[in-house]
């Protein structure tokens, strides 16, 4: 059952993807050792990536099709046979009643390059729909969307992770490196090492906090406004790099105007951060000679995230920290595979690539390589959250893949109606995550160590993982899963099951493309340690660093954009006094579906709670440990109460890995960021009360 050898792999968790080896286990399975030659994590890993091979266990993970009963209402046991049949006429059957855009595909930022590819092929030649996006649009869209409005282009990093403890000042903001991707805290610390400064922005003095040179701690939903008073100062203290800004961008007077109307003291007041620590952040960022601004989800999941990190970007190209070594604006991508997951073809908007679907020139380019008329590919379609809010009433029909909203989705319970609202549900996973417990078919797959497969991590460098050991006998891969339904709904080629089959057509489906591959082998990768895009033909070495001759716009400059503080979509009020901002801990990942079954995850962070200020606390009248009601305008959750100093009076903090009567997504707001379509998951009016009252 075991491969002989040691296999070298990555990460099946977050968008490091760091390396790994697998090494056949005595007993059976696998165990992972370090992999120090590989250049991102050199050799370390976290807690999740240490017991990755834990959900590997039958005891834990789906062997085996389902079908409900639906006279009993129980998911009962099928042959692959009877389940793919079952999936394949419920897909047709509304399709029929109801057109093409009554079947919805649902897909994940965790799935390899190859699977997002065929997944978003499947629905728009197989099915015909538009209705096709994936719960990455919660990750990283704002940042995408910004960087897109700025650049020209999107990739999470323009620059490799090596580059940023040589670089003199970094801004970190809303990330908690620490906790979220902590082999990557290394680069901080050298930072530091090395002479550099680290500035961090977040309402709590989280582990990474604790790191920095300077903490800000903004009220949630005011990031845009920091930023705005940053530049400002920048403006007012005449820091701006003149000759950079006209030789290189493009918009900056109305940018500046923006800004200036934004003054310290305004913004203090909208913030909460002093003016002084205003004015040494400022400082200590135009002293360096180089410097960085990184974002994450704080920032970016609100409701006006696209222009939060568009200001953000604005600080880097005023001050020349931009297209230049060792300086620029970086997105701390999320998931696995967030970065590839956005470039070909699962989201609402796009084709392989990272081409536009109403572009005529890039359907007509992978309608070639598919075989079909441009025309009959359908245009774009809902976003993530557009699409689960549509479920039952126009979408009567979902196929999902990797992704588990009814815990990770916001106003979550309205989501978890809407899936059961469904005429018919098929999910396809590792593991009977909470969706899937909903779904008329389950169909059990393939996760990282049993299969191979491509990723794009957040540097954008493109990777693989490697098949170490052999699956279950009744579990088969995502790509024989959409092989299978293909040929039952007519489609009998166009869908190999054989990855690097897929990724050969992939290359030719994004060449050309603003995220090119076309150079790009699993040969090259393998011998590599990855190659980043974009790599346009085989000769070509790879774009480790973008943008350091010309930005991707036509005209080759950056684009400032104007954009003014403006309040979050739900502000508080005297029924709800309270800011709710969520977010993650170290021993558990995304919505918990993998790392809730691994008891060594578990015994470390065994279950939710809501983190406040002892003074909100006391008037609360809770003490540490005791359960505490969260309530906001969606409903209502109770978890533990733990009373910390580490977090602003006005605000309180939940983790969203969790189902049942802790989730923290019963509570978050889906207003739309009406760029990215991003929801405001971190910013949300809410009340506290004691359970009993």
């Known amino acids: ?35 120090p030659d590989f250049p991102v994590n050199r050799g370390a890993l976290c807690g999740k990536g240490r017991t990755a091979p834990a959900v590997l266990s039958s005891s834990v993970r789906l062997t085996g099709p389902l079908i409900r009963d639906h006279a009993t209402g129980e998911l009962e046991p099928a042959t692959w046979e009877e389940a793919l049949r079952t999936v394949a006429e419920g897909l047709r059957r509304v399709r029929e009643a109801h057109g093409p855009d009554g079947v919805g595909v649902f897909g994940g930022g965790g799935l390899t390059n190859e699977k997002a590819y065929t997944l978003g092929k499947f629905a728009r030649l197989v099915l015909g729909t538009s209705q096709i996006d994936y719960n990455g649009r919660f990750c990283m869209s704002s940042a995408a969307a910004a960087h897109t409005r700025a650049f020209g282009l999107d990739r999470g990093l323009p620059f490799p992770l090596e580059d940023i403890p040589r670089t003199g000042c970094v801004i970190l903001v809303g990330s908690n490196l620490a906790e979220t991707m902590p082999p990557a805290l290394r680069y901080l610390t050298e930072l530091r090492e090395n002479g550099g400064k680290l500035i961090v922005v977040d309402p709590r003095r989280t582990r990474t906090a604790e790191q920095a040179d300077l903490h800000l701690a903004p009220r949630p939903g005011t990031d845009l406004a920091l930023a705005l008073g940053l530049l400002h100062l920048v403006v007012a203290e005449g820091r701006v790099d ?103 073809g699962q989201k609402a908007d796009q084709l392989p690539g990272y081409r536009k679907l109403d572009d005529p020139e890039a359907r007509a380019h992978v309608a070639s390589v598919w075989g079909v008329d441009p025309d009959s590919l359908p245009g774009p379609g809902r976003s993530a959250y557009e699409l689960l809010d549509a479920l039952g009433r126009d979408v009567k029909a979902l196929l999902l893949m990797g992704s588990n909203p009814v815990v990770s989705a916001p106003r979550a319970a309205h989501v978890e109606e809407r899936l059961r609202s469904l005429d018919f549900l098929a999910v396809a996973d590792v593991v009977l995550s909470e969706t899937a417990a909903l779904a008329d078919v389950v169909l059990p797959v393939t996760q990282w160590a049993e299969e191979t497969g491509t990723t794009t991590n957040l540097e954008g460098r493109v990777l693989l993982r490697r098949r170490a050991i052999t699956p279950p006998p009744g579990v088969r891969t995502d790509l024989e899963v959409l092989h ?142 005791e359960p505490v009601a969260v309530v906001s305008r969606r409903g209502r959750a109770v978890a533990p109460a733990r009373v910390t100093t580490a977090i602003r009076p006005d605000t309180v903090f939940m983790p969203f890995h969790w189902p049942g009567e802790g989730r923290a997504n019963t509570l978050t707001n889906p207003a739309l960021d009406p760029t990215s379509k991003m929801p405001e998951f971190k910013v949300c009016a809410v009340r506290l009360e004691r359970p009993g009252d």
């Not at 968790?13 to 165990?31: F, H, I, K, S, T």
């Not at 909460?272 to 999941?301: H, I, K, N, Y």
């Not at 503080?565 to 029924?575: F, I, K, N, V």
Request: net charge negative; hydrophobic share 35%.
């Open 1 to 35: 059952m075991l491969a002989a050898a040691i296999t070298s792999t990555h990460c099946p968790y977050c968008a490091l993807q760091c390396g790994m080896n697998l090494r056949p286990a005595e007993g059976g399975g696998v165990d992972v050792v370090e992999r």
């Open 242 to 344: 003149e000759e950079f800004v006209a030789a290189r961008t493009t918009g900056w007077a109305g940018a500046r105007a923006a800004a200036m109307s934004h003054w310290p003291t305004l913004v203090e007041r909208v913030t909460g951060v002093p003016v002084p620590r205003l004015r040494e952040a400022m400082e200590m960022f135009c002293d360096a000679e180089s410097g960085m601004v990184l974002t994450a989800r704080g920032p970016e999941q609100q409701s006006k995230g696209t222009d939060t990190v568009g200001a953000w970007i604005n600080l880097c190209l005023a001050t020349g920290r931009a297209g230049r070594p060792l300086s620029g604006y970086g997105c701390l991508t999320g998931q696995g595979n967030g970065q590839g997951g956005r470039e070909h």
């Open 484 to 625: 299978g339904l293909a040929g039952l709904l007519g489609w009998e080629k166009g869908f190999p099951t054989d990855p690097e089959e897929v990724f050969d057509e992939l290359r030719r489906a994004s060449a050309g493309g603003p995220a090119d591959y076309a150079g790009i082998s699993y040969r090259r990768v393998a011998e590599e340690d990855g190659v980043f895009w974009p790599c346009p033909d085989t000769g070509h070495p790879g774009t480790p660093r973008l943008f350091l001759d010309r930005f991707a716009t036509p005209d080759g400059r950056a684009r400032f954009v104007p954009v003014t503080h403006r309040a979050s979509a739900e502000e508080t009020d005297a029924e709800y006094p309270v800011v709710l901002t969520t977010g993650r801990v170290v021993a558990q990942y995304q919505s918990g579906a993998q790392t809730r079954r691994v008891a060594e995850l578990n015994a470390a962070a065994p279950g939710p709670f809501v983190e406040l200020h002892p003074r909100l606390a006391e008037r609360v009248g809770v003490a540490d440990g």
